[in-house]
T-cell receptor, first 112, second 113 residues
């Protein structure tokens, strides 16, 4: 079985500052890891994914995440926050099948 | 690509009434999922279809909930009778392969009074 823990339900950053969202996973098999973003009144959109290969994954909108097996982590970062990054972010894990386990989500607020 | 299309976007109904939510997946995707999102429970998988066949309905909360996928381009989620605790946002998602990322619709916000 797989599960995800997102550390921090709310993160507030200044525009231009680093965005760091933490995600730790648990998986009994090699994990497939995803970050999704949800804007108000919309569905979830894929930011990036890790399946195999390079552990540093680049996604859309300047986000990237690094898979660290030893730390069972898949933290999401963006060097410089923009006002448009205000949204809710979900980390998710699967074992390569259809069962995707989502974290509780982290709401990001960007201060001008 | 029009994406996953859900209707209606908002549904307000009275307790005891039947509610039907609709979904059109992305053309060519053979996996379809219904999720429910609430503040208390987050995102919950209700049911998973593969090639129009229900594979896992263990997340369907009660017999009041039912889902169908009569063809590759259409699915419904029905609640009969509806109850206030069914109030949530219901998402449909599709994917091309089992381990591929999901493509979500914009959801149906259901309010049962």
């Amino acid at each position: 079985a797989q599960s995800v823990t997102q550390l921090g339900s709310h993160v507030s950053v200044s525009e231009g500052a680093l965005v760091l969202l933490r995600c730790n996973y648990s998986s009994s098999v090699p994990p497939y890891l995803f970050w999704y973003v949800q804007y108000p009144n919309q569905g979830l959109q894929l930011l990036l994914k890790y399946t195999t290969g390079a552990t540093l994954v680049k996604g859309i909108n300047g986000f990237e995440a690094e898979f660290k097996k030893s730390e069972t982590s898949f933290h999401l970062t963006k060097p410089s926050a923009h006002m448009s990054d205000a949204a809710e972010y979900f980390c998710a894990v699967s074992g390569g099948d259809y069962k995707l386990s989502f974290g509780a989500g982290t709401t990001v607020t960007v201060r001008a | 690509d029009a994406g996953v299309i859900q209707s209606p976007r908002h549904e307000v109904t009275e307790m005891g009434q039947e509610v039907t939510l609709r979904c059109k997946p992305i053309s060519g995707h053979n996996s379809l999922f219904w999720y429910r999102q609430t503040m208390m429970r987050g995102l919950e998988l209700l049911i998973y279809f593969n090639n129009n066949v229900p594979i896992d309905d263990s997340g369907m909360p009660e017999d009041r909930f039912s889902a169908k996928m009569p063809n590759a381009s259409f699915s419904t989620l029905k609640i009969q009778p509806s109850e206030p605790r069914d109030s949530a946002v219901y998402f449909c998602a599709s994917s091309g392969q089992i381990s591929s990322p999901l493509h979500f619709g914009n959801g149906t916000r259901l309010t049962v009074t």
